[in-house]
């Protein structure tokens, strides 16, 4: 059974995150399902697709690590906004996001449409940066 699929990431790297994100999306699209990518910074487009205006912006900027890490918090409900416009016309059957330090983008838009969230998660993230000691909000 085919399922139409709204992939949400938080990438804007181009290394093997991005690898990882376009090879699950070919894979999902190859085993037949309908997938659509919800990103300020696209990593799969493809023929009919185009990237999202700004998508340039937001891969090149760098901040201090506690400017990051705030916006990262506030990213939540901008993605959460990406999610529930691109499900207007998409209708998606399930939610599948990969995992982001502090992003609860895909649980809010989840909740919010009735549909399943399918999360992704590659690493500890919290334990990694508290590690690093690059966590400053280690509350939330």
């Known amino acids: 059974m085919a399922n139409r699929v709204l992939y949400h990431h938080r990438i804007r790297a181009e290394?093997?995150?991005a690898v990882h994100v376009r090879e699950m999306i070919a894979a999902m699209r190859a085993a037949g399902h309908e997938v659509l990518e919800c990103a300020l910074v696209p990593k799969a487009v493809g023929q009919n697709e185009k990237p999202?205006?700004?998508?340039?912006?937001?891969s090149k900027i760098t901040l201090p690590r506690l400017a990051t890490e705030s916006t990262e918090i506030l990213y939540s409900q901008k993605g959460r906004s990406m999610i529930l416009?691109?499900?207007?016309?998409f209708r998606p059957d399930f939610i599948y996001e990969r995992h982001a330090l502090h992003c609860r983008s895909g649980l809010l838009a989840a909740r919010e449409l009735s549909v399943p969230?399918?999360?992704?998660?590659?690493?500890?993230m919290c334990d990694e940066?508290?590690?690093l000691g690059k966590?400053?909000?280690k509350k939330l």
């Open 15 to 17: 290394d093997g995150q």
């Open 129 to 131: 940066m508290e590690e």
């Open 85 to 89: 416009k691109a499900a207007e016309d």
């Open 135 to 137: 966590l400053n909000f």
């Open 117 to 124: 969230l399918i999360l992704e998660v590659n690493s500890p």
């Open 52 to 58: 999202a205006n700004g998508s340039r912006f937001w």
